[in-house]
């Protein structure tokens, strides 16, 4: 049983900082890859940043230079640093975690989600 849990999120002004926490929990779990959605109200959800294990990680256009996302494998932690933010960031945030349950030579893919954190940018 693979569980995820963002942490985190809350009432900032525009032009502060707040940083979001994926862990991720469960046994003989590997982690390849995670990732950070946003969905505001009556939006689409969107991919916000990805990062694998091999620390390879790409942003949403509107997020570069603000965002940064980063890991700490040995707790499967993944951290969504969020400077500058503005109101346009407003949304539910995500963690989608994709990888594989390992018992000997087998490996059982797995994505699980977080319930997910809400981030509100206002004044």
């Known amino acids: 049983q693979v569980q995820v849990k963002e942490t985190g999120g809350g009432l900032v002004q525009p032009g502060g900082s707040l940083r979001l926490s994926c862990t991720t929990s469960?046994?003989?779990?590997?982690?390849?890859?995670t990732k950070w959605y946003r969905q505001a109200l009556g939006k689409q959800r969107e991919l916000v940043a990805a990062i694998a294990y091999d620390s390879g990680f790409n942003y949403l256009d509107s997020v570069k230079g603000r965002f940064t996302i980063s890991r700490d494998n040995v707790k499967d932690i993944v951290y969504l640093q969020m400077n500058n933010l503005t109101p346009e960031d407003t949304a539910v945030y995500s963690c989608?975690?994709?990888?594989?349950?390992?018992?000997?030579?087998?490996?059982?893919?797995?994505?699980?989600w977080g319930q997910g954190t809400q981030v509100i940018v206002s004044s």
């Open positions: 989608n975690v994709e990888g594989a349950i390992v018992h000997g030579d087998i490996g059982t893919p797995f994505s699980s």
């Open positions: 469960g046994s003989m779990i590997s982690v390849h890859v």
